[in-house]
């Protein structure tokens, strides 16, 4: 195991902490970047444990539907050529006081537009899962919001 993932829990409240210093609020977004099959990207990150949509923090004077697309290609060096559609807005107070989570859907993605990415060290891999078969280790926030976009379940404004 990564030793970030040992590390994290040691720097997370320090991170917090900044972040509420120089942010008050914190805003951060998710991509349901999805390919011809129906399969969904998720990333393994080097830091936390499990699968997760790629996604991150918005920073100042960006937009969301730009973070995405930024998030998109640092993580998995995705080039999405698609407008991002907004699917739902969830607080994630239960995690960090004051975060708020934006989901955005990209249909029509295809593995083949994975590139080089920008962001080093930060993901372990990057894997293509059918919305029914998920690796059991996923977030369940992200668990969640796939169950309420391919199965019909009623979203949960909290992630």
Not at 20 to 48: F, I, P, Q, S
Not at 68 to 91: D, F, M, N, Q, Y
Not at 117 to 135: M, Y
Request: aromatic share 10%; with cysteine.
């Amino acid at each position: 195991m990564n030793w970030r993932i040992h590390v994290e829990p040691f720097t997370r409240p320090l991170f917090f902490a900044w972040s509420r210093l120089t942010r008050g609020k914190t805003l951060g977004v998710r991509a349901v970047a999805v390919d011809a099959e129906g399969r969904v990207l998720m990333v393994r990150h080097t830091y936390v444990a499990g699968w997760w949509l790629p996604g991150g923090g918005v920073d100042r004077g960006e937009t969301t539907q730009a973070a995405v697309l930024r998030e998109l290609k640092e993580e998995a060096g995705l080039t999405v050529r698609t407008a991002p559609v907004l699917v739902s807005i969830h607080s994630n107070e239960r995690f960090f006081p004051g975060d708020h989570v934006v989901v955005f859907r990209l249909d029509g993605v295809a593995p083949g537009d994975l590139g080089d990415r920008t962001s080093h060290g930060e993901i372990a891999e990057i894997g293509w899962f059918s919305p029914s078969a998920l690796p059991e280790d996923t977030n369940r926030g992200c668990r969640a919001r796939l169950a309420e976009i391919f199965d019909g379940v009623q979203t949960d404004t909290n992630w």
